[in-house]
């Protein structure tokens, strides 16, 4: 039986002029219908080529998938053609919102020319019940005098809008599995909140599963049911946010915790960690953890369950019953 999404044992890689570079190696990581999980890790860790190889997106000839299986509702992905892909899963029961709306939004035509060609694409609504569905999508997600903001151009809304758009494009055609990468990225603080509130209020009333990508723990912990945190592709720490966030047990999200600014007036804090060599027999983190053994650099912990069986950690230091 698998979950209703679920990846198994998925190894990807770059072909790149210096050769074949990994990029990610998931062994295992699941969803549950209506479940809204948070995945989360610096820069370069793996967040949107994991998101990519999902949606069957990844670059080609240079994104090489070397093993896995993507189950989604009982199907492998892996397994489906680009054809596939395109007519039932893509846009369809499968959405995605990017980081950047301006490069999602075509800058010449109107909002009302992009959504509106999108329902008339995906539904075959024409004329007024197209426009009316496009008005009932804006005020799904809170964009108000909606009317208006169809005859628009995306240079004329504020970033914090323009996500909004996209966000409702995204979920036009009525799909079930949201995969937002980031949609928060580029935004200030207090419209960063509003956005996440609404895809928390969306994943609720639409009952779909979200997988949510971040590079700021604080920004998952409030409304994802699970939290994953990936390491240079690796998953390190996997369990229930409040487990993860409050009892971290791999020093990676230790730092990534500790880095969190406790005011508003405080800009992120980094841990001063000596880098130390690479093991690349070893453990992904040891360079820079700050508590690493002999042991870290012979060879590459498992992510195991610590107290709580559902709480895993890939590292040999933590304690587990
Ligand atoms: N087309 C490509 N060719 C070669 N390497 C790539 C390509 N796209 C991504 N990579 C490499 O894959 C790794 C993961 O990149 P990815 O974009 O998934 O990171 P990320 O976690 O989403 O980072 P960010 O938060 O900055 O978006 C990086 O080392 C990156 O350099």
């Not at 240079?62 to 054809?83: C, P, R, T, V």
């Not at 990225?185 to 997988?211: H, P, W, Y």
């Not at 009892?247 to 405080?266: F, G, M, V, W």
């Amino acid at each position: 039986m698998t979950a209703y999404f679920e990846i198994r044992n998925l190894a990807v890689s770059f072909r790149t002029f210096e050769g074949i570079h990994p990029v990610l190696k998931i062994e295992h990581l699941a969803i549950e219908r209506g479940e809204t999980y948070g995945l989360v890790g610096e820069s370069g860790a793996g967040k949107t080529v994991l998101a990519l190889t999902i949606l069957g997106l990844l670059p080609k000839p240079a994104g090489i998938i070397h093993s896995g299986e993507i189950w989604f509702d009982g199907d492998d992905l892996l397994k489906k053609s680009e054809q596939e892909l395109a007519s039932a899963y893509r846009g369809k029961r499968l959405a995605m919102i990017f980081q950047d709306p301006m490069s999602t939004l075509n800058p010449v035509f109107t909002i009302g020319q992009q959504i509106e060609r999108v329902i008339e694409q995906h539904q075959g609504l024409k004329g007024a019940a197209r426009t009316r569905r496009a008005v009932e999508l804006l005020d799904m997600v809170k964009l108000p005098d909606a009317k208006n903001v169809l005859r628009k151009y995306p240079h004329e809304l504020s970033g914090g809008q323009r996500q909004r758009v996209i966000i409702a494009i995204a979920l036009s055609c009525g799909a079930e599995f949201l995969i937002a990468d980031e949609p928060t990225r580029n935004l200030d603080v207090t419209i960063q909140a509003g956005i996440l509130k609404l895809i928390d209020e969306l994943q609720k009333s639409l009952r779909i599963s979200v997988l949510f990508i971040a590079n700021n723990v604080s920004l998952v912990n409030v409304f994802c049911k699970n939290v994953g945190i990936l390491y240079r592709g690796k998953l390190v720490e996997e369990g229930p946010s409040a487990l993860v966030t409050r009892q971290p047990q791999h020093p990676y999200t230790q730092t990534l915790i500790s880095a969190i600014p406790r005011d508003k007036s405080e800009k992120l804090r980094f841990a001063n960690i000596k880098i130390k060599p690479e093991a690349p027999q070893g453990c992904p983190f040891y360079s820079r953890c700050p508590i690493g053994v002999e042991q870290c650099m012979q060879g590459e912990p498992m992510l195991e369950p610590v107290e709580d069986q559902q709480h895993r950690a890939a590292c040999f230091l933590v304690k587990r019953d």
